[in-house]
Nanobody, 119 residues
Framework: QVQLVESGGGLVQPGGSLRLSCAAS????????MGWYRQAPGKQRELVAG???????NYADSVKGRFTISRDNAKNTVYLQMNSLKPEDTAVYYC?????????????WGQGTQVTVSS
């Protein structure tokens, strides 16, 4: 089992910044891709950004140029730096980690952290 613990959410004004962190613990062997998803009220969960173990990244079009995903493999932690935040970025943000062992892939989720962008 892998446990993911997120931190760093909160209330911020439009144009502000936040940095989310997600630390993985437990049976972390075999974790490859990690990423961030978000879910706003009444909407489906959507991919925000992903990063491979080697550092390749991908972003949703809505956050390109504003958000940056990074990871520290030694600390088993993934980060999401969010700049120029907009009210439409308001959502619960979830960290995910994909683990592959013995040919079986499992996706783990964190508990979520609320990000609210409002004046």
């Amino acid at each position: 089992q892998v446990q993911l613990v997120e931190s760093g959410g909160g209330l911020v004004q439009p144009g502000g910044s936040l940095r989310l962190s997600c630390a993985a613990s437990g049976s972390i062997f075999g974790i490859n891709d990690m990423g961030w998803y978000r879910q706003a009220p009444g909407k489906q969960r959507e991919l925000v950004a992903g990063i491979t173990r080697g550092g390749e990244t991908n972003y949703a079009d809505s956050v390109k140029g504003r958000f940056t995903i990074s990871r520290d493999n030694a600390k088993n932690t993934v980060y999401l730096q969010m700049n120029s935040l907009k009210p439409e970025d308001t959502a619960v943000y979830y960290c995910n980690a994909d683990q592959k062992m013995s040919g079986v892939s499992i996706r783990y989720w964190g508990q979520g952290t609320q990000v609210t962008v409002s004046s």
